[in-house]
């Protein structure tokens, strides 16, 4: 009757072992996952970083432009009135 006892003991054992790997699997496939989408999330921030860094550039162009056509500006409005001084 020994026999008999123990190999129930091990028939629990197991079944509650199966039942502890059925949650570890779930566990790593939710992890997996998780994962997943987090390795996602990190290209779309380093794709959203690129495009940002090109857009800073592009502004940084445009900015130096703007400034130089100002310049250009005031020293044509300085020209006018140094005209417009002299003939008066």
Known sequence: MDCFVGKKKSSQREKGLG??????????EEMKAIMCEREKESRAYER???????????WKQERKKLKEELKRLRKGVEERDERIRVLE
């Open 19 to 28: 039942g502890l790997t059925e949650k570890v699997r779930l566990f790593q």
């Open 48 to 58: 959203d970083m690129v495009v940002f860094a090109f857009k800073e550039a592009e």
